[in-house]
């Protein structure tokens, strides 16, 4: 567990940045109420209607997410405390003064606490701006640094020379950071590229992740991971997208991903066909099926239990995925322990084994 400064517990240990879309809000639906305390996910909000709203408030027991709202037009109706869903407020250093206001308000509402994103491109006129910036959201919040968790984004890291541009501004930030008594630093940093359109198809291909990479250079710092799950820092970049079957699978170190055109044209054959390669393939897991919710139901499609879904049902069991992953890497003893951090009803054959009872055998990957 990573100690806060100070020498506290510094929980949770996962802080993920997601969009407030259907298939990560999803994913995080499926988390047990003994894993969901372990994150924190941000939550960014970049357009607002009842269905967000509604699966922010169906999320397990535990889990309690923090909300950006910068991306919305300052109104009433961009104001989380008025949402009636625990929450955290985000809190930019670029926000105005009425929606800092109502930052504090959120903030005495739910947990008495905040999440303060520092973009490290936002720190560049000198420590003591940044200082000045931050006491200017604590006057107005009415908040103190111990109520605030900081969040120092690096962005974009999606190449080595990015790493090296990143790690030097991140170590900057971090001793700022030292002078206050916040309640915990955490660093964000997302390595998946914006499209995947370039990639090839019918087999997997490998992707590096760099925001790990950056992250375990920056263990002697002693502060909490974030990234961006198997989104890109700039998801506004990402267009449409193909609507191929698409998977991104997390294993040690990168990211395979599955786009499958062969099989004909009906996506339930192609969808079938990539998930009975990639659970054959060397990095499928141990556990199988019972790794996480989403691995649960890239099984399901490889016996042909179901259908192949849609773009957003491939996210969410590509984040469930990557959840799960990335808290065995951060607690791998207790992770072993208790299983997988998911829940769904589950054949015992599966659980035991990872394998379908019968039909979900294939040839290894690529």
Avoid: K
């Avoid at 375990?216 to 700039?234: C, E, K, M, P, W």
Wanted: positive net charge; glycine residues 10%.
């Amino acid at each position: 567990m990573v100690p806060a400064h100070g020498g506290r517990a510094a929980e949770p240990v996962y802080r993920p940045v997601l969009v407030g879309r259907r298939g990560e809000l999803e994913a995080l639906a499926h988390l047990d109420e003994a894993t969901a305390p372990l994150l924190a996910p941000v939550i960014d909000v970049h357009t607002l209607d009842a269905c967000i709203v509604e699966s922010l408030g169906r999320l397990p027991a535990g889990l309690l997410p923090a909300v950006d709202v910068s991306a919305l037009p300052e109104a009433p109706q961009s104001e989380p405390a008025r949402w009636g869903v625990p929450l955290v407020p985000v809190i930019g250093l670029a926000e105005s003064n009425r929606r800092l206001v109502a930052h504090g308000v959120a903030a005495r509402a739910y947990a008495r606490r905040a999440v303060v994103r520092l973009r490290t491109g936002q720190a560049r006129a000198g420590p003591d701006a940044t200082t000045g910036a931050v006491e200017r959201v604590w006057r107005l919040t009415r908040l103190v640094p111990e109520q605030c968790d900081l969040l120092i984004d690096a962005g974009d890291v999606c190449c080595p020379a990015d790493v090296r541009l990143a790690e030097p501004r991140v170590r900057r930030l971090v001793e700022w950071a030292r002078r206050h008594a916040w309640r915990s630093v955490t660093v964000v940093a997302g390595g998946m590229p914006p499209t995947l359109a370039r990639l090839p198809t019918d087999e997997p291909a490998r992707l590096d992740r760099f925001d790990w990479q950056l992250w375990r250079r920056l263990a002697d710092l002693d502060v909490g991971y974030g990234d961006y799950g198997v989104g890109s820092a700039t998801p506004d970049a990402e267009g449409p997208g193909d609507r191929l079957p698409t998977l991104r699978y997390t294993t040690d170190g990168a990211w395979w991903i599955y786009r499958w055109s062969r099989r004909g044209g009906r996506g339930d054959e192609r969808l079938a066909d990539l998930c009975r390669t990639l659970a054959s393939a060397p990095w499928w897991p141990a556990q199988g099926a019972a790794f996480s919710w989403g691995d649960h139901e890239i099984m399901r499609r490889a016996r042909r239990a179901a259908g192949a879904g849609s773009p957003a049902n491939w996210i969410a069991w590509s984040t469930s995925h990557h959840l799960a992953h990335v808290l065995a890497a951060l607690r791998p003893t207790e992770r072993d322990q208790r299983g997988g951090p998911w829940r769904a009803g589950q054949d015992a054959s599966e659980r035991r084994t990872g394998r379908p009872q019968r039909g979900g055998e294939s040839r290894r990957a690529g």
